[in-house]
């Protein structure tokens, strides 16, 4: 028996939802996390310290038991435990495990191939474990991808430039990462599919139940060319404290967090803030200042050090910092503008184009003959004047 | 005789062009310096070097010697001297004196009243002298002024936004100083005079010969209300190389520059450039990253650290930093969110939002009693519940 269920049956349903390459030997593992994700809210920081101290595992036998956690994992977990225990009796992780089976899902923990490896930056905020739904290790490809979030309530303008950039990031070979929200989250994915690239949606509530369910459709492409993931077992609700806490995974799972269309109090400033903490970098679309949509873009670069980017290449260089394809126009020396400016039409001699130029003789004899080798000038009988091109 | 020219003739002509208050001892300080306007091209820094080492006067008396000037300044002016010596012929600041006490422009030196202080930041390659026309006085306020450029194929969005900003800033006392080109410069100028604010045009040429000439019309309102000025003579032509250095003026004469609008290699990141090798703040308005009237503002944001501005507010903040009018929002508490996602319509017993919200049976208490008091929630029979509104 194990928590009270057979354990046959307990290891029949992790094997349904664990991927082809598990560790048989993980299978009390993958059903501790699984309770683990049941159990507690998303980044709850003292389950990430009690089972880096003792195991996912034992962790769940201490707290079945009733027995003290402080003694055995060497920190204060009494207040915790208490917002667990109200848990342990109303969550049914079978049911989640058979759910998960249904919808095709898989359980996803530390040390399987898919496990994203940037997750692992939250440290103990880190989820217990990721429900997958999708294509078997797609998650692989977030080694190179990039968030792009932004406004539900957005505007041409901002989907216009999110189809722009996402398509050409995909060009460039990255994954784009987002939260499946209406406006640009929504055509994020959207221009990713439709450049066939990979994209990866996170989600609040359970994968079993799309959110918003007017996006049903477009979560079943990525679920057929992408991933849908979760840290919340299937018939979580999504609520605002998990929508903010998903927004942590997007900034972890990407290598760079790019911001389009924010209004001044956005959530996708929240998924920013965390890209930051993460030290991930973080890029903000500018848009007209007359736009409220943009507002939180210009408030991400004025007050938060966000790069201002304005193309899928500079996007691309958030995260490797190419030579620039355009560099500083090294433009015409003074003096060649000075000479420049002396010429008219009809020509002039030398002395006059020092004068008129305020330069000295031989400079402008030097830079005339620069001139003329260039093409730019010519010398008549009446004097040097600008070439007739 | 003063240059070849009766003294008397000289010091007629340099009255009629100076400041009420100016000092008549100074006749032949102010004549040399008008002349020194005429032999050199603007941001001569030899001739600055020499003026700040021996005066104005005796370098001018020693250049009409034919005389040696490295012996007598300490420096290497062999080059510099080959430079002006084909002006000295040509020169006739006579007539320039004339012309402008025709037109009713006045002759500013440094020590002047008028003589704008932060124009002194340029070192040696400040102007010899100023060529005024406007009201006695106004340059004073460039203490507190703000220089808004940018692109002369502006948009109307660029267009909408100077005008709003101009007006804005002249709400705040500041002046507006700009170059009188089509596009952003011209509708800084207008709105700055239609809101009955203080501006000042600094341009290429002679203040004699308004260009554009289009905007002749503007200049006169601006030299009725404000003033209009020129480093170089009457009767000089606005030449490229006059044009960029006329930009050092402008970012040297105001507290701050702000760009609205430039093309990526427009004229006025050249003036963005003088601003910050100036170290005074610059600002850039950000845009649509679909229009190419923005793109050299995205760039200077990106590349050359101007900060994002995108109101009159913003842009006053660049010479106040004032405590920002709207901070972060202190929100709710993580708790406070739990909670409330917890409940429903119908009641729900503190056990069962304790364990729905995955906090401790005392949490929710506490929570759900600070809630009470904030008429967020009720207690009904049936348990807890949100407030209806």
Redesign the interface.
């Known amino acids: 028996m194990i928590a009270g269920v057979p354990a046959s049956e307990v290891a029949a349903l992790v094997r349904a939802v664990s991927p082809p390459e598990f560790d048989r030997d993980s299978i009390l593992e993958r059903f501790a996390r699984a309770r683990w994700s049941g ?3 998303p980044g ?1 920081g003292d389950a990430g310290r009690l089972i880096a101290a003792v195991g996912a595992v034992e962790a769940l036998e201490l707290l079945d038991a009733g027995a003290s956690l402080d003694d055995r994992a060497g920190g204060s977990y009494s ?1 915790a435990a ?3 225990r ?2 342990l ?2 969550v049914d992780s079978l049911l989640h495990l058979r759910q998960a089976a249904r919808f095709g899902a898989r359980l996803v923990i530390p040390g399987d191939e898919e496990w994203p490896t940037g997750i692992d930056d939250l440290g103990v905020h880190a989820p217990m474990a990721l429900w997958v739904r999708g294509v078997p290790g797609v998650l692989g490809a977030l080694d190179r991808s990039l968030a792009i979030v932004g406004a539900r309530a957005a505007t041409g ?1 901002g989907e ?2 999110t189809i722009e950039v996402a398509s050409g990031l995909v060009d460039r070979g990255f994954a784009i990462v987002s939260g499946a929200a209406f406006g640009i989250d929504g055509a994020a994915h959207r221009a990713a599919l439709a450049s066939r690239g990979t994209t990866v949606a996170f989600l609040a509530g359970g994968v079993d139940r799309f959110y918003p369910s007017a996006h049903e459709t477009l979560l079943n492409r990525i679920v057929e060319h992408g991933a849908v993931v979760s840290e919340v077992p299937c018939g979580t609700a999504p ?4 929508f ?1 806490q998903r927004n942590r995974l997007i900034a972890a799972a990407s290598r760079a967090t790019v911001v389009i269309e924010a209004g001044w ?1 956005s959530g996708s400033l929240n998924t920013a803030g965390h890209a930051s903490q993460l030290g991930r970098p973080l890029g903000a ?6 736009s409220s949509a ?2 939180g873009c ?1 408030r991400l ?2 007050e938060y050090d966000a ?5 899928a290449q ?1 996007m691309a260089e958030l995260i490797d910092p190419a030579t620039p394809s ?1 560099g500083p ?1 090294s433009g015409p020396t ?1 003096t060649r ?2 000479v ?3 010429l008219a039409r009809t020509g002039r001699d030398v ?1 006059r184009v ?10 402008v004899r030097a830079e005339l003959g620069l001139l003329d080798l260039d093409g730019l000038v010519t010398e008549s009988p009446t004097g040097w004047r600008r070439a007739t091109p």
């Open positions: 159990i507690t809210e709850d207040a208490e917002r667990w109200p848990r009796a109303h303008y216009h430039v609520t605002k404290w998990r903010l109090r679309v500018p848009g007209p200042v007359t943009s507002a210009h670069i004025r790069v201002c980017v304005t193309s500079e355009v126009a003074p503008t000075r420049l400016d002396a002395s020092a004068a008129i130029s305020g330069l000295s003789l031989d400079e």
